[in-house]
């Protein structure tokens, strides 16, 4: 199945720029995806990209997708405290595997 | 739309108890999925329907846990009996046919603790 990575923690102080990455080993999907995970919610859709594009921006939000070496990431412009969550990047066409997510803690 | 609908929110039980989760899936949706979160291995898929039938249950971890979708607005996952590594989050969500944009919409989770 498919194996998607991701580094766990991120802190960065609020005004600077987030990224976080993600790795993965079927690159047979359509699209590549970024959710949101806020304290005691469930998952929001943020962003996604189709997998024969290389860049997709969306306001403070990049997506990069490198296909060659499997490399997703997503990097946050001007992180704000409402930024801080649980990042997962998902890889999939109907069935979606998630990576275990990525804390982010924006410190004021 | 009210999004995808779960309940409980909040369920304490006992080990050995019978669990049920529920979910009632946005209208329109082709596909419902389980997944169950925890701190130690993330986001798991347990189980996804496509147009209420099983399409892929490989995530369900024992037989102990079972899941009927028997219409196309409510689905329901059962633990029985729980026991405490059940303890868990436990996420229904729901999409459209199709890709990208037809994004999955998640419920607020429900939050098991089997004591």
């Known amino acids: 199945g498919e194996d998607v990575e991701q580094s766990l923690f991120l802190s960065v102080r609020e005004g600077d720029s987030s990224v976080i990455n993600c790795t993965y080993t079927?690159?047979?999907?359509?699209?590549l995806y970024w959710y949101k995970q806020e304290p005691g919610a469930g998952l929001q859709l943020l962003t996604y990209?189709?997998?024969?594009?290389d860049m997709k921006q969306d306001q403070r939000l990049t997506v990069l997708l490198n296909k060659k070496d499997k490399h997703l990431s997503l990097r946050i412009a001007d992180t704000q405290t409402g930024d801080s969550a649980i990042y997962f990047c998902?890889?999939?066409?109907?069935?979606?595997?998630f990576g275990k997510g990525n804390q982010v803690v924006v410190i004021p | 739309d009210a999004g995808v609908i779960q309940s409980p929110r909040h369920e304490v039980t006992e080990m050995g108890q019978e669990v049920t989760l529920r979910c009632k899936p946005i209208s329109g949706h082709d596909y419902l999925f389980w997944y169950r979160q925890t701190m130690m291995r993330g986001l798991e898929l347990l189980i996804y329907?496509?147009?209420?039938?099983?399409?892929?249950d490989s995530g369900m971890p024992e037989d102990r846990f079972s899941a009927k979708m028997p219409n196309a607005s409510f689905s329901t996952l059962k633990i029985q009996p729980s026991e405490p590594r059940d303890s868990a989050v436990y996420f229904c969500?729901?999409?459209?046919?199709?890709?990208?944009?037809?994004?999955?919409?998640f419920g607020q989770g429900t939050r098991l603790t089997v004591v």
């Open positions: 998902a890889i999939g066409d109907n069935r979606l595997a």
């Open positions: 079927d690159s047979s999907s359509t699209y």
């Open positions: 969500a729901s999409r459209p046919s199709g890709t990208g944009d037809s994004e999955a919409f």
């Open positions: 329907f496509n147009n209420n039938v099983p399409i892929d």
């Open positions: 990209i189709f997998s024969n594009m």
